[in-house]
């Protein structure tokens, strides 16, 4: 079983900065490791996927936030810059066997962590 497990969360201002980390068991270079998030009372929603040089954004983050992983292939990050209270949500770490925005196509998940921004 792949442990994934998130760090960075936390509150901010509108207009701050955050980065999460996800540490992986496991070298995830020929695995696609993605960010989704869920708001209360929404369903959860893809926001940064990367794998090998390929990477994708959500329209609502594209500009905002930066994916990357680590040389040694077993940790992903993401820096949120410019934060909205609408990315307010628990972030969850994700990873899978390809590149998807699809949550039911993600086998593997990190127990999530909290991102609060305030107006």
């Known amino acids: 079983q792949v442990q994934l497990i998130e760090s960075g969360g936390g509150s901010v201002q509108a207009g701050g900065s955050l980065r999460l980390s996800c540490a992986a068991s496991i070298r995830t270079k020929n695995y696609a490791m993605a960010w989704f998030r869920q708001a209360p009372g929404k369903e959860r929603e893809f926001v940064a996927a990367?794998?090998?040089?390929?990477?994708t954004y959500a329209e609502s983050v594209e500009g905002r936030f930066t994916i990357s992983t680590d040389n040694a292939g077993s940790t992903v990050y993401l820096q949120m810059n410019s934060l909205k209270p609408e990315d307010t949500a628990v972030y969850y770490c994700a990873l899978g066997p390809f590149l998807t925005r699809l949550p039911d196509q993600v086998p593997n998940w990190g127990q999530g962590t909290q991102v609060t921004v305030s107006s």
């Open positions: 990367i794998m090998w040089s390929s990477i």
